[in-house]
């Protein structure tokens, strides 16, 4: 079975930093596309950043130069540096990839979803 996990949420002051985590686990034989999204109260989801297993990355124009994503996909990891952070930055940051794994005597590729990350960025 595949999981991914987020961590490294918390509560912090407009101008600080964080490093999120998200760690994908399982019978996992290559992760394509990974993507950070996030939902503030009241909101739809949206996308913070993509990066591609060739390395490939894109930002939304809100967190361009504030926001750094990266991946080690030695150990299925992926990470977001969030620095100068604003209140408007506060949300709930999800995971997503889409992941190739081998269960059931075949392998299949899914798309799968993290449990989320709460950032609270107090002005």
């Known amino acids: 079975q595949v999981q991914l996990m987020e961590s490294g949420g918390d509560l912090v002051q407009a101008g600080g930093s964080l490093r999120l985590s998200c760690a994908a686990s399982g019978t996992i034989l290559s992760i394509n596309r990974m993507a950070w999204y996030r939902q503030a109260p009241g909101k739809q989801r949206e996308l913070v950043s993509t990066i591609t297993n060739g390395g490939s990355i894109n930002y939304a124009d809100s967190v361009k130069g504030r926001f750094t994503v990266s991946r080690d996909n030695a150990k299925n990891t992926m990470f977001l540096q969030m620095n100068s952070l604003k209140a408007e930055d506060t949300a709930v940051y999800y995971c997503?990839?889409?992941?190739?794994?081998?269960?059931?005597?075949?392998?299949?590729?899914?798309?799968?979803w993290g449990q989320g990350t709460q950032v609270t960025v107090s002005s």
């Open positions: 997503n990839a889409e992941i190739r794994y081998f269960s059931g005597g075949i392998y299949r590729l899914d798309d799968y």
